[in-house]
Nanobody, 125 residues
Framework: QVQLVESGGGLVQAGDSLRLSCAASGRTFGSAMGWFRQAPGKEREFVATISWIGSTVYADSVKGRFTITRDNAKNTLYLQMNSLKPEDTAVYYC????????????????????WGQGTQVTVSS
């Protein structure tokens, strides 16, 4: 069983940066991990994913501004968010896949089995 706890959210102004962290308990070394977000009144959407070997995929809306990384020694996932925009306002969730050593990127919500409780990111204009 894997438990995920996000932190690092907050209220910032447009153009600012934030770094989200997701601390995992349980084995995530061989698992793909990802970040998703959900704005009020909208469906949860994919933001970024990183495979067990470090391959990354980003949503077009965040490409070039966000960076996903993982520290396997610390069992922690990160999302560095730069040049934030008001449309980035959402609750951000980290997720982990229970199926290990997948060779392809994991972008679909249904492929993730473990979810954190979310952290709020609000970007003011």
């Amino acid at each position: 069983q894997v438990q995920l706890v996000e932190s690092g959210g907050g209220l910032v102004q447009a153009g600012d940066s934030l770094r989200l962290s997701c601390a995992a308990s349980g084995r995530t070394f061989g698992s793909a991990m990802g970040w998703f977000r959900q704005a009020p009144g909208k469906e949860r959407e994919f933001v970024a994913t990183i495979s067990w070997i470090g391959s990354t995929v980003y949503a077009d809306s965040v490409k070039g501004r966000f960076t996903i990384t993982r520290d396997n020694a610390k069992n922690t996932l990160y999302l560095q968010m730069n040049s934030l925009k008001p449309e980035d306002t959402a609750v951000y969730y980290c997720a982990a896949d229970s199926v290990q050593f997948k060779s392809l990127p994991v972008q679909q919500i249904k492929e993730y089995d473990y979810w954190g409780q979310g952290t709020q990111v609000t970007v003011s204009s």
